[in-house]
Nanobody
Framework: EVQLVESGGGSVQAGGSMRLSCAASGNVDSRDIMGWFRQAPGKKREGVAAIGRDGDTYRESLKGRFLISRDNAKNTLYLQMNILNAEDTAMYYC????????????????WGQGTQVTVSS
């Protein structure tokens, strides 16, 4: 079992930056893939980025603005978000335990409670 706790969300003006963190505890396996997802009001949850020991993958539309990183010594996942706009407003979720570099929800057995990001114009 893995527990995930996100932090770092809040309100930011359009054009600004924000960094999210996700602290993992329990039976964390550094070989597993971890990822970030988000869900905007009235929309389905979508994959943002995922990272493992051999690389990372991003939602195509977010490449260049978002950066995922991971500190295995601290069991912490990060998401650096730059040049934010109103369309980035969503609840952001940390996920863990995937065996694939996947942006599909079904590949992740462990989920955090989410942290809200609100971008105002």
């Amino acid at each position: 079992e893995v527990q995930l706790v996100e932090s770092g969300g809040g309100s930011v003006q359009a054009g600004g930056s924000m960094r999210l963190s996700c602290a993992a505890s329990g039976n964390v396996d550094s070989r597993d893939i971890m990822g970030w997802f988000r869900q905007a009001p009235g929309k389905k949850r979508e994959g943002v980025a995922a990272i493992g020991r051999d690389g990372d993958t991003y939602r195509e539309s977010l490449k260049g603005r978002f950066l995922i990183s991971r500190d295995n010594a601290k069991n912490t996942l990060y998401l650096q978000m730059n040049i934010l706009n109103a369309e980035d407003t969503a609840m952001y979720y940390c996920a863990a335990g995937s065996k694939y570099y996947s942006l599909q929800e079904s590949d992740y057995p462990y989920w955090g409670q989410g942290t809200q990001v609100t971008v105002s114009s």
